[in-house]
């Protein structure tokens, strides 16, 4: 019984500090897709995919770990509220356990809100390079390039 629920915590643990590291990756790309630096936004969003998938593998074991304790519940082995788990606790074990909780929605708002604004600049950045790719395909034949001039004239400007 104790063992699931310290399993269960340590789950919330790496799925805190995953959702933290997600979170720090979507602002620091911020950078690469406003200087539209093809190399680190391919290396964000690779970055980006593998915390997700972490982040799912995680939730996968959290659910599987949380019917369990939820059967143990219902035979009476465990407490079926969280006051009543946090009753079973030490003070210390109580506290992080109330801390991991908190910690996990104000990252997941975070996230949330990161995930909504690095939504929009993909959004603007694709407008952006739509409109370059269209200047591109109509005037690339349209002008010659420029000539050399061989000798600079200055203005003098005439007394009227």
């Not at 805190?16 to 539209?36: I, M, N, Q």
């Not at 980006?48 to 939730?59: K, V, Y």
């Not at 946090?86 to 801390?99: G, W």
């Not at 739509?130 to 010659?144: I, K």
């Amino acid at each position: 019984m104790k063992s699931e629920v310290q399993r269960y915590l340590v789950l919330l643990e790496r799925r805190l500090a995953t959702l933290r590291l997600l979170a720090a990756d979507l602002d620091e790309s911020r950078s690469a897709y406003v200087t539209l630096d093809l190399r680190a936004m391919h290396q964000h969003t690779s970055h980006q995919e593998n915390l997700c998938m972490e982040i799912r593998t995680l939730d996968s074991e959290l659910q599987d770990l949380k019917g369990k304790l939820t059967g143990l519940a219902a035979s009476g082995e465990l407490p079926s509220t969280l006051g009543g788990l946090e009753a079973q606790f030490d003070p210390a074990s109580a506290r992080q356990l109330h801390l991991l909780l908190g910690g996990l929605k104000a990252i997941q708002a975070d996230v949330r809100r990161l995930s909504r604004v690095h939504s929009e600049l993909l959004r603007r950045s694709r407008r952006s390079v739509n409109v370059l790719l269209n200047f591109l395909a109509h005037y690339s034949g349209t002008y010659s390039l420029p000539m050399a001039r061989a000798r600079v004239t200055q203005f003098v400007p005439t007394g009227k």
